[in-house]
T-cell receptor, first 114, second 114 residues
Framework: KNQVEQSPQSLIILEGKNCTLQ??????????LRWYKQDTGRGPVSLTI?????NTKSNGRYTATLDADTKQSSLHITASQLSDSASYIC?????????????FGKGTLLTVNP | NAGVMQNPRHLVRRRGQEARLRCSPM?????VYWYRQLPEEGLKFMVY????????ESGMPKERFSAEFPKEGPSILRIQQVVRGDSAAYFC????????????FGPGTRLTVT
């Protein structure tokens, strides 16, 4: 069973609209949670990194939230643009000597249409 | 500052041949990680290397796969006697340090085994 589950699998929205992507994780213990954007045919690019003590982190039009008690995170995208079309991946790392080992979700494929 | 470089970007091999994937980390980065992304799956950790040392290869199949990061030159992921199931995207990432340092990903090598 994947320790990082994302929903929805895919999402289609119109340009200018907002959307929220969800991530539930069972990875424990937990060090930090990251959201990556992966364009088709490219490597993942980091959007936000949050430690367990942080509730929210923003990066431009991207805002990530984290509830470490319920092990849930969300990524909110405001005023979407065509260039936001990509896969958004939730990634969790564990603390200590193995915190380089990232556990990836399968991603949510976002399509922004004009 | 050039990002993480991977080559080739696309590689086609027949069953039984060898595949060599190369990764040049970002300038100043001495930590390299390899990940594999099978179709419809999230990225999975394979191996973590520092210069001339394999630190953690717990995610790498025991047979046919090997990795190195020599003192000079790129990191190499080598797959011997490839099979159809090896078809995947292989991503390399690098970081400046170990604990809580950002991992920067390359564009990936897409391996197709015919």
């Amino acid at each position: 069973k994947n320790q990082v589950e994302q929903s929805p699998q895919s999402l289609i929205i119109l340009e200018g609209k907002n959307c929220t992507l969800q991530c539930n994780y069972t990875v424990s213990p937990f060090s930090n949670l990251r959201w990556y954007k992966q364009d088709t045919g490219r490597g993942p690019v980091s959007l936000t990194i949050m430690t367990f003590s942080e509730n929210t982190k923003s990066n431009g039009r991207y805002t990530a939230t984290l509830d470490a008690d319920t092990k849930q995170s969300s990524l909110h995208i405001t005023a979407s643009q065509l260039s936001d079309s990509a896969s958004y991946i939730c990634v969790v790392s564990t603390p200590g000597g193995s915190n380089y080992k990232l556990t990836f979700g399968k991603g949510t494929l976002l399509t922004v249409n004009p | 500052n050039a990002g993480v470089m991977q080559n080739p970007r696309h590689l086609v091999r027949r069953r039984g041949q060898e595949a060599r994937l190369r990764c040049s980390p970002m300038k100043g980065h001495s930590h390299v990680y390899w990940y594999r992304q099978l179709p419809e799956e999230g990225l999975k950790f394979m191996v973590y290397l520092q210069k001339e040392n394999i630190i953690d290869e717990s995610g790498m199949p025991k047979e046919r796969f090997s990795a190195e990061f020599p003192k000079e030159g790129p990191s190499i992921l080598r797959i011997q006697q490839v099979v159809r199931g090896d078809s995947a995207a292989y991503f390399c990432a690098s970081s400046q340090g170990l604990f809580n340092y950002e991992q920067y990903f390359g564009p990936g090598t897409r391996l197709t085994v015919t």
